[in-house]
């Protein structure tokens, strides 16, 4: 449609053009149209390689940084400004903004105040962010940031200062800002904003990668928090052995915006839910930490939600249930997670013709409420649910893995985590290779429109232009000639203001 639009320009210019050049010496001025051309953005496409040895490093002081409560995502303290301010921060894969509440909310306990950072400046720009369900808006500045458990630096990052917000912050979560780990491209308000990942590797020396480990609510710790809480670890700038068993096995990041990655095949229980490939990543897959379910694409959803239906359907559950609406409970103890599938997802592996398979089991995405069962009863809600953006591999994902986002090498890894839920006849599983063809053509791409196609519309566009123009520009030639022959007298003067309006 550029080529139809830079058409029609071209032809308006040349009409103008040609009527004010009609008649010599008449007309006291010119008229000069700007055509504009629309910038292109860019794309970046990964190229990773395969699995290397861990790096010879130590990240005692970062094992178990995070925190969390069961469905309302994983945090990490940071300190802002001169003096440090700690704040909360949520861990989110699947954004690119560092932002932190800095106005008084029913829902935080404390917040950022930049007038009490000596090292805090302001950017003079504002920036609005919308999500799924949720906003929030607020100024952007920069500020001094470091993580007390994490490495030992500290650099000037961009901030937004959220100033207002709706749905955003969550009643208990225990944070107060949240911390964008994905790229440029989906910064707020646009791509020239560094994120705080960019800034950290180009003002210090940590390696550009970091790597999750997400401990779901069912994993038995005594933590201080409450019976809800979950924890973890995100080691910054390497990977710790210590967290892991087995080999890390890497997916290419097909994209670098989200933390894209391209699904192959989809296994309820062994059995291939038998759709076209596309269909799993359309309009993508993403790995994200900041989202709770596995979000599949509608006709995925509704397929895998049948098979597992099907697998599980020596017990009766509410069609509410599998919508996320309803929840399930049993006698404390007695879940009966026997009856629920595996499900397994292929990720296409760093060889494009080979991938691995990541096994998900029932007590990762049946996640327990805690704070609606009694002490005599378990109660779930089913985690996975539909989406309209794609397949999002969140928390309830991560949770039985050891996810390595290597950065610099343009690649994910998946390994096993040491504090997975399970129980004593199955485990999650990292396997592999599975051999295929052209497992590169499964990722989703916007359909482009034919180069020929687009030339006959333009053509098409200009010549019905030109039929109804032809004859305003004769009328037009005619009136100015009439003009030049008749100069105005002072009786038409009211008749030409009428004819200027």
């Keep these: ?41 860019p794309s970046q496409q990964g190229a990773p390689r395969r699995r290397r040895a861990a790096r010879s490093m130590t990240f005692v002081d970062m094992i178990d940084n995070l925190r969390g409560k069961s ?123 560094e994120p705080f990942f960019d800034s950290l590797v180009r003002q210090t020396n940590v390696p550009n990668l970091f790597s999750l480990q997400l401990c779901g609510a069912g994993f038995n710790q005594n933590y201080s928090l409450g019976s809800a809480t979950v924890g973890g670890s995100m080691i910054i700038g390497g990977t710790d ?59 995925v959803f509704q397929a895998a939600v049948k098979a597992i239906e099907a697998a599980s359907s020596t017990e009766q559950f509410p069609s509410g249930f599998w919508l996320g609406e309803q929840l399930v409970c049993w006698q404390a103890g007695t879940t009966p997670w026997h009856i629920f599938p595996v499900i397994s997802l292929y990720l296409m592996s760093e060889n494009r013709n080979q991938s691995f398979r990541i096994s998900i089991l029932p007590q990762q995405y049946l996640r327990p409420v805690e704070d609606v069962a009694s002490a005599q009863e378990d109660c779930y809600k089913f985690a996975v649910s539909q989406s309209s953006t794609g397949t999002v591999m969140g928390a309830v994902i991560m949770e039985g893995f050891y996810v390595v986002f290597d950065r610099e090498r343009k690649r994910i890894g998946f390994a096993v985590s040491t504090c997975h839920v399970h129980d004593e006849f199955r485990t999650a599983s990292v396997e592999g290779p599975f051999h295929g063809v052209e497992l590169e053509d499964c990722g989703y791409n916007i359909p482009q429109t034919d180069e020929s196609t687009l030339m006959t519309i333009a053509y098409i566009m200009a010549g019905i232009c030109a039929l109804f123009m032809l004859p305003l520009c004769l009328m037009v030639c005619q009136w100015r000639f009439a003009r030049c022959l008749h100069p105005l007298g002072a009786g038409n003067f009211a008749d030409d203001i009428s004819l200027l309006k």
């Design 71 to 193: 469905g309302q995502g994983y945090y990490v303290e940071m300190a802002v400004g001169t003096p440090p301010q700690k704040l909360n921060i949520l861990v989110d894969t699947g954004s690119s903004n560092f932002a932190v509440g800095a106005a008084a909310h029913p829902f935080l306990r404390r917040y950022y105040h930049r007038s009490l950072s000596t090292s805090y400046r302001d950017l003079g720009r504002s920036v609005y962010v919308p999500y799924t369900q949720g906003r929030w808006e607020g100024e952007l500045g920069t500020d001094l940031v470091s993580v007390p458990h994490g490495p030992n630096v500290s650099l000037r990052a961009n901030i937004a200062a959220i100033t207002q917000s709706d749905r955003f912050f969550i009643n208990g979560s225990n944070w107060e800002g949240i911390l964008g780990l994905a790229y440029a491209e989906i910064a707020r308000p646009d791509e020239t904003l």
């Design 241 to 299: 052995p210590s967290l892991y068993v087995g080999d890390v096995w890497y997916t290419p990041i097909r994209r670098e915006w989200y933390y894209e990655v391209i699904i192959v095949r989809i296994e309820v229980n062994g059995q291939d839910l038998n759709m076209d490939c596309k269909e799993y990543n359309y309009d993508k897959s993403i790995v994200d930490s900041g989202t709770t379910n596995l979000r599949l694409p509608r006709k």
């Design 1 to 41: 449609m550029e080529i139809a639009a830079h058409a029609l320009l071209l032809l308006s210019w040349t009409v103008l053009a040609v009527l004010a050049a009609s008649v010599p010496g008449c007309g006291a001025g010119g008229l000069r149209v700007a055509l504009m051309h629309p910038a292109r953005r």
